[in-house]
């Protein structure tokens, strides 16, 4: 009789232990599935000083739109200019008017509001744009290279190769692309339990919401892995393959063809050198402990890559290539 007693007890403190479990559990979903906005945890607070950020922050905007569309308009309205390198440069430019409209809106709305909050799907459409933008950036680049290679190393062979049909295929492939791997992190991370809301940053970040899941993320970061891997090392293979042979070519050829391969790829070089530069410090960032750097710098350097390549591209492109600034000048000179 002792034993059935106790066996009962046993059973009901079994399936009481059970219950409060499956309650826990259930209460842990409720509130990681309530998370309906994040709190952007980087910014400080500026006092008075927030205007004078704000028209700074609005001028650079005002800058980058104006000089990306005035661009976009000579390119698309000048047929002496549908040529490959320059419909490869209008895909750039478009691009950089994306990622910075995925980014100033938000920042300049931060900088006035007390309340650094963001809604959660809109912070989803953040981490979308600023992550296909980055991706779209690098392959663009690496096209433009392939484009410059085929220009000095094979120029009779060019137009064989780089037809307006395969121009066409190349963009629409780039950008498809950079939207299919830039969607699937972020569906994976909304059906994610996350346990907070807190992001250390001034703009939504995919990693950083992954570091708030509940719940198992080996599979977010393995896939963020190999993604991150093959849209760095795709684009910096064919780059670097590309500058090899043109400078095989340079070193091998006259003067005139030195002074070519110059002129057109200084450029594109310089722009890359600092997209990469801003890209890897963000995901040096994202990945490692940052906290003895200071906060400030660490601000300034998480939007540098952001900001910076929409103000260098036009100003490096615009100033550097003669046939666009020609225009540029001859429209402004008819209008005056």
């Not at 209460?27 to 309530?34: R, V």
């Not at 008017?97 to 309340?115: E, K, R």
Request: charged share 10%; glycine share 2%.
């Amino acid at each position: 009789m002792k034993a059935e007693v106790s066996l009962r007890l046993h059973h009901s403190r079994f399936l009481h232990h059970l219950f409060c479990v499956h309650m826990r559990r259930m209460k842990m979903k409720l509130n990681s599935s309530a998370v309906s906005h994040f709190t952007l945890s980087a910014y400080m607070d500026t006092g008075p000083w927030r205007y004078f950020f704000f028209l700074i922050v609005l001028c650079l905007y005002v800058l980058i739109v104006l000089s990306n569309v005035l661009l976009v308009a000579v390119i698309c309205v000048n047929r002496s200019l549908h040529e490959p390198m320059y419909l490869f440069l209008c895909s750039l430019f478009v691009n950089e008017l994306y990622g910075s409209t995925g980014l100033f809106p938000f920042l300049l709305l931060h900088i006035l509001w007390d309340s650094h909050t963001v809604a959660a799907p809109l912070c989803f459409l953040q981490v979308f744009c600023l992550y296909s933008y980055a991706c779209v950036e690098f392959f663009n680049l690496a096209v433009m290279s392939y484009d410059r290679y085929l220009a000095i190393c094979c120029p009779l062979q060019y137009n064989t190769h780089m037809t307006q049909s395969k121009i066409t295929v190349l963009i629409a492939l780039i950008w498809f692309y950079a939207s299919v791997v830039c969607l699937v992190p972020i569906s994976l991370t909304a059906s994610l339990q996350l346990c907070g809301n807190i992001l250390n940053k001034v703009y939504c970040d995919n990693y950083y919401m992954v570091k708030l899941s509940c719940s198992d993320t080996s599979v977010h970061n393995i896939y963020g892995l190999v993604v991150t891997t093959f849209t760095i090392s795709c684009p910096v293979s064919l780059i670097f393959f590309s500058y090899l042979r043109i400078l095989k070519v340079c070193f091998s050829g006259s003067s005139q063809t030195r002074q070519r391969a110059v002129a057109t790829c200084s450029p594109h070089l310089a722009s890359l050198l600092n997209f990469s530069f801003g890209a890897f410090f963000e995901i040096l960032q994202s990945r490692f402990d940052m906290n003895n750097v200071p906060n400030l710098l660490r601000i300034f350097l998480s939007l540098y890559w952001l900001m910076s390549q929409p103000l260098f591209s036009p100003l490096m492109y615009g100033l550097n290539m003669s046939r666009i600034r020609v225009i540029c000048k001859n429209r402004i000179l008819a209008r005056s």
